[in-house]
DNA sequence: GTTCTAGAAC
DNA sequence: GTTCTAGAAC
């Protein structure tokens, strides 16, 4: 599996093409021309990434003595801090943003046939096995050809995973033959814990759908259903618990958002819920807009199930009408429960035995409605 | 032997 | 939030 899925760093403002870094082998970056980066505060040798195609990060090494960044979150020199998919890295001194992204090159040529769509909101179906690294794929692929890109890696002498690779240009022909010190193995705590996820999504350009100045719309990284949108907003609100009176306006500018795009929708019989789950896992106030076909290989578990289809998910006008009657979202801790509750179609109420048996039953139970 | 779930790890 | 995987269920 390894073999076939690739890691790609992409400059966020598109100044080169993009540059691939092996799994598992060390690639020096920095002041360099493949990098389109001349500025003096850049090392060289600014930072050393390792890939991990398998486990799908980045280990970033800062090098240089100027600080580099992850999502605004300095790098200690000589340290490792861990990269993923959405997260921004900028090289030097909060400049030359960058992101990475993996592929699965072996799933790509066919979706690329079959998935994009001249609309919008076509191109928002939960199309989840291979479109997402198709948008990024031929985005990148246009900038490449366009650039008509020389970029190559060289190999080290030095073997396998103790060799570095550093690009083949004359600014950074010297450090081709450096040999990596002996290696750090040990793991960095991350800078962010995995709860931050949404904020850090909140500005990545792949996700985003419409924002305005109160709120941004993102898709959700994992579908639960054929179109499953969040809306956030911009102001720093952890939960439902955090809010009062005063933001009843918000809410109810967030509730009409997102009736908005999902009256984008023109499949026929789909029908959409607006909603918060009663304790939401990822930090930052989030509102769904989950189409009720739940048809999506993101849907695995029976606490996905539960967390959509029973008092888990707590409708935005029911959370509306708490704060204008009480000034406050009453405590639902309890209903924590509910997500092991057993399987049940959300339309007839039947009783499910397990995962498979429900996706293949709510599949025939919407069509019948 | 294969499928599926639930809990640990992240 | 997801991924991984041991062990239960089939």
């Not at 979150?73 to 030359?96: A, M, P, T, W």
């Not at 952890?238 to 929708?265: C, P, R, W, Y």
């Not at 789950?277 to 739940?294: E, G, K, T």
Request: glycine residues 2%; positive net charge.
């Amino acid at each position: 599996m390894s073999k076939s899925v690739k890691c790609y760093l992409e400059c966020c403002k598109s100044s080169h093409p993009k540059i691939q870094l092996p799994h598992n082998l060390p690639v020096l970056i920095g002041r360099m021309p493949e990098l389109a980066v001349t500025d003096k505060m850049c090392s060289r040798n600014q930072l050393e990434l390792t890939a991990n195609c398998q486990k799908k990060y980045v280990l970033v090494k800062r090098l240089g003595a100027n600080k580099s960044q992850i999502n605004g979150i300095d790098i200690e020199q000589n340290k490792s801090s861990r990269l993923e998919e959405g997260h921004e890295l900028h090289i030097v001194n909060g400049k030359y943003p960058h992101q990475i992204y993996f592929t699965d090159e072996n799933t790509d040529t066919k979706a690329q046939k079959s998935t994009i769509s001249s609309s919008r909101i076509q191109t928002e179906k939960a199309d989840i096995s291979s479109k997402e690294s198709v948008h990024k794929r031929q985005k990148v692929t246009s900038k490449t050809k366009a650039k008509k890109a020389k970029i190559t890696l060289k190999e080290n002498d030095s073997p396998s995973t103790d060799s570095v690779y550093t690009f083949n240009s004359p600014d950074a022909g010297t450090l081709s033959t450096q040999k990596l010190e002996s290696k750090n193995t040990s793991r960095i705590p991350e800078k962010h814990h995995w709860s931050q996820g949404l904020r850090a999504s909140m500005s990545d350009a792949e996700l985003i759908v419409l924002e305005d100045e109160k709120l941004v719309v993102i898709r959700d990284k994992f579908p639960k259903a054929k179109y499953h949108w969040l809306v956030l907003p911009k102001e720093g609100i952890s939960s439902t618990k955090n809010l009062t009176f005063e933001n009843i306006d918000l809410l109810q500018h967030i509730l009409k958002v997102g009736k908005e795009i999902a009256n984008e929708v023109t499949d026929e019989d789909i029908a959409f819920r607006f909603g918060y789950h009663a304790v939401p896992s990822m930090s930052q106030l989030h509102m769904h807009v989950i189409s009720q076909d739940f048809n999506s290989p993101c849907f695995k578990t029976k606490k996905h199930w539960n967390s959509f289809t029973t008092d888990y998910f707590v409708n935005a006008t029911d959370i509306i009408q708490e704060l204008a009657t009480d000034g406050k979202v009453q405590d639902r801790k309890k209903l924590t429960s509910l997500l092991n509750a057993p399987l049940k179609c959300h339309r007839c109420k039947e009783l499910q035995k397990n995962i498979p048996t429900l996706k293949k039953h709510i599949q025939k139970c919407c069509i019948v409605l």
